[in-house]
């Protein structure tokens, strides 16, 4: 075994660096994606990948269990997708490490979408699964018709931290428990889900917020500052419902009105994350983006024409509790 993670041999590859996906029997070659190969063929951990993923590696590259081969391939792909020069590069990695870690052979693309969903730690929301949805699609246009597409930075973001998790999560499972298989695995994290999410659940009730149950929010003011120096003061508010049925939590922000300070433009940003106050309470919610069409409709003062706009934010935590 390797004791150092610069002696972690990369897959092989021939002339064309080729898509690949991991299965339990050997690697699958598919469509070229025209890149020239490596001239390395030995992991150097990148700034972009967590101390702590550095540090769960070795211990775990030194374990008998069958899903280290999952692991170390996995850990592979996440790094050239880190690494990737083009959106549509990282997609192609990260896709490919979505499938050696959340998927067996004869997985469905709704199956690897719901075991991503899991092993990501990810709220199942139709946006997490839209998003999801749009990674693979973007892939296989890169790969069968030589299309990009022209805007990949929420699918990268969610990608990338999701993948992240599921890495760790693989390495904790390897370390802490018997499971000797990606099914194996899956489950492992679904049970550690469940509780996580009943503790968010009583972080909530802790200080008076009740699951299933709505209440008015209103956001902190988000500052911009657009390209003519001009200033932008936002403000939303609306009602929030904290939606917990079958083990899990999927709050549900309902955005009613907006208070705009300033002539300059708001923009859609990618990963928003913002604090907002709840019966008196501050929350700090995590968004994959604001739309396009809410950016244009807050910049314009016209948001009250495409009012309410509905979202299911991926996060939502107590800050500071006590």
């Not at 973007?138 to 993948?163: C, F, I, K, T, Y």
């Not at 149950?213 to 200033?231: G, M, R, V």
Request: proline residues 5%.
């Amino acid at each position: 075994m390797p004791d150092s993670l610069s002696d972690i041999e990369a897959p092989q590859y021939r002339d064309k660096l080729k898509y690949i996906r991991w299965s339990e029997s050997a690697y699958e070659m598919s469509k070229s994606t025209g890149m020239t190969r490596e001239t390395s063929e030995r992991i150097v951990f990148p700034s972009q990948i967590s101390s702590r993923l550095v540090d769960d590696a070795l211990p775990t590259l030194t374990d008998d269990s069958p899903l280290v081969e999952f692991y170390s391939r996995g850990i592979h792909l996440y790094r050239k997708g880190n690494t990737g020069s083009r959106n549509i590069d990282k997609i192609i990695y990260y896709a490919a490490c979505l499938e050696t870690i959340a998927s067996t052979d004869t997985a469905s693309r709704g199956e690897k979408i719901e075991n991503m969903i899991t092993v990501g730690k990810l709220w199942d929301t139709d946006e997490t699964r839209d998003i999801l949805d749009s990674v693979f699609e973007a892939r296989n246009d890169a790969l069968h018709a030589g299309l990009e597409q022209p805007n990949l930075d929420a699918e990268v973001d969610a990608m990338r931290h999701s993948l992240k998790t599921a890495l760790q999560e693989l390495s904790q499972c390897i370390q802490d428990s018997e499971a000797r298989t990606i099914p194996e695995f899956i489950e492992y994290v679904d049970d550690k889900v469940s509780e996580e999410h009943k503790q968010q659940v009583e972080d909530l009730e802790q200080v008076g917020i009740e699951p299933n149950s709505t209440y008015p929010f209103e956001t902190e003011t988000l500052i911009h500052e657009d390209h003519n120096d001009q200033e932008v003061g936002v403000r939303f508010s609306g009602k929030m419902t904290f939606n917990y049925s079958n083990g899990r939590l999927v709050p549900e922000m309902k955005f009613e009105e907006v208070e705009k300070e300033g002539d300059g433009s708001f923009p859609a940003p990618h990963g928003a994350s913002f604090d907002i106050e709840v019966e008196d309470v501050t929350l700090e919610v995590g968004l994959y983006r604001i739309p396009n069409s809410v950016s244009a409709a807050v910049t314009r003062n016209s948001f009250h024409h495409i009012a309410p706009w509905t979202t299911k934010p991926p996060r939502v935590e107590v800050k500071d509790p006590a």
